[in-house]
């Protein structure tokens, strides 16, 4: 039965992510993290304990063997504007590389994320694209990237890199997209310019299902993959997606461009936390990622994101 650890099991990727290979019936499963899984299984393991802490990566060291497959989806961020959040990413991925280094054959999948290429790109953007973060999340993504090529055992040990455009679940609403859609559907429309500008998005069941392929199939000759679901290669707008959103809705509240942009910006001056703290900028970006690299692998998603997205009209 081979071992995964997966690093970040409780969060929104990782908790379906468990789900999914637990019905695969291979995998011993080792789920680490801060917070406490939500379900129980005969082939799951759980650790509550911080790995930054020198004691405990002597635990650490006892759970990773070789051989064993690591999926880190560890991404610590929030609103305090005083925690330095990618230091903490930092000393977290260190603590994972610096005792997996001690082991032969390790299969490394890290998550990192689209926002490592910033929001000010109008062409698809390929893993080649150069780095041009312009948010604090995204400056973390990319200092790990670099921490994991410059300190990671590539002569014994394997890595992939996974950046995904944003991930939606339709049964499962977080982030700004689901917070986009729930305002939908209570009839606030945001209306937001002309909404004509593109963005990449991908469905939770589909990247999971892309992570599982490529352990299954090996694949790691090509050591970074974007991940987007796109329709016929193509990306959506905002006003294609607003019609997704399509009712004949008898009362609606517009909210325009700039009073949108006044109260983000006031927001974020103050860290006050309405509408999650969301800065404009992320509905108003271009994030278009170019997957020909993760078609060329074979996969094929088995969900349709505008078959999805409809589903949310209802």
Known sequence: MKRIIIFGSAGFIGTNLCKKLLSCGNYELHLIDLKSCDFKHNNCFFYNFDITLKKNKKLLHNIIKDDS???????????????????????????????????????????????????EYKNEISEYSTHNFNCDYGKSKSICEKYLQDNYSFNKNFLVIIR??????????RGNF?????????????????????????LLNNLNDFLLFIIKKNIYENNIYNYADKIENKDFSLNEIYSF???DFKFKIYIPLIFFKIVCLVCDKFNINLFNNIKYKKYISYTMLDIKRTIETGFKPKQNIKTELLKLSK
């Open 69 to 119: 497959i690591i999926i880190d989806l560890v991404s610590k961020f929030g609103e305090d504007k005083k925690t330095n959040y990618t230091n903490i990413n930092l000393l977290f991925l260190s603590s994972i590389v610096e005792v997996s280094n001690n082991f032969n054959n390790i299969r490394y999948y890290y998550f990192s994320s689209s926002s490592v290429y910033g929001y």
């Open 245 to 247: 959103f399509n009712k």
């Open 164 to 173: 995904p455009s944003p991930v939606i679940d339709i049964n499962d609403l």
């Open 178 to 202: 689901g917070l986009f859609a729930k305002f939908q559907k209570i009839n606030i429309n945001l209306k937001i310019g002309k909404s004509l500008n593109k963005k990449s998005l991908c």
